[in-house]
């Protein structure tokens, strides 16, 4: 399965790595790697993650790693990567339901 990663999910994983280089440059590095590496799993497990709490359709459907949630869908020919975002934090839904 491919995966596509949407502009608003890149921004985030940047805007996110950033703030944790800024305490820590090689945290913020392997956190992105980390979040490439569990997007990887997609591939072959597609369905991997949970249903989305706040959407609640089968095809929207998120990855917990360590504080931060990424939001995703299963489409019939690949897996879009629609943000990240910490976990404490209500998913806008307006922002991936466009």
């Known amino acids: 399965m491919k995966i596509i990663w949407s502009p ?3 921004e985030r994983v ?5 703030y944790i280089a800024n ?5 913020g590095e392997r956190w ?6 569990t997007v990887e799993l997609l591939e072959d497990l597609p369905k991997f993650g949970r ?8 095809d ?3 990855i917990i790693k360590g504080n931060y949630r990424i939001i995703y869908r299963v489409e019939p020919e690949q897996v879009s990567i629609l943000t990240v ?3 404490k934090k ?3 839904v307006e922002e991936v339901l466009k």
Not at 14 to 18: D, K, M, R, S, V
Request: glycine letters at 6%; charged letters at 30%; zero cysteines.
């Open 14 to 18: 940047a805007e996110i790595a950033n």
């Open 51 to 58: 249903i989305v709490p706040e959407i609640e359709k089968d």
């Open 90 to 92: 209500m998913l806008p």
């Open 32 to 37: 992105v790697d980390g979040i490439f590496k």
């Open 23 to 27: 305490d820590n440059l090689t945290a």
């Open 85 to 87: 975002l910490h976990g």
């Open 60 to 62: 929207f459907r998120e």
């Open 8 to 10: 608003l999910s890149l």
